[in-house]
């Protein structure tokens, strides 16, 4: 099994998202083809009413402890409530290009 494919079996298993997009990003940083170490997370769950942004990340890296000590190297994340999610209009933020190891 994947990284990317244990990130979403986790993700959906503890917090039944109605919306999951695990986006592999390794290759816009420095890292050999194929690598999986680069991880973009667009989660919208009920878990997250009432929490702030610090608690619904830590919530996240709680699920996915073991895969960011021994796996994934970065990970950024948008985590929002169907509401949220319904007032954005789906829209994602754009990920920035790498500036590090040797690229851009």
Known sequence: MTVQDIIE??????????????INESHM?????????????????????NLPLVQRHQKVNAILAKELKDDIHALSMETRTA???????GEIMASPLCHGGGKG
């Open 29 to 49: 940083h420095n890292v050999p083809p194929g690598s999986e170490s680069h991880f973009k997370l667009v989660i919208v769950s009920s878990a997250f009413e």
């Open 83 to 89: 509401m949220e999610w319904k007032d954005s209009g």
């Open 9 to 22: 079996q986790k993700i959906l298993t503890a917090l039944t998202p109605s919306h999951l997009d695990v």
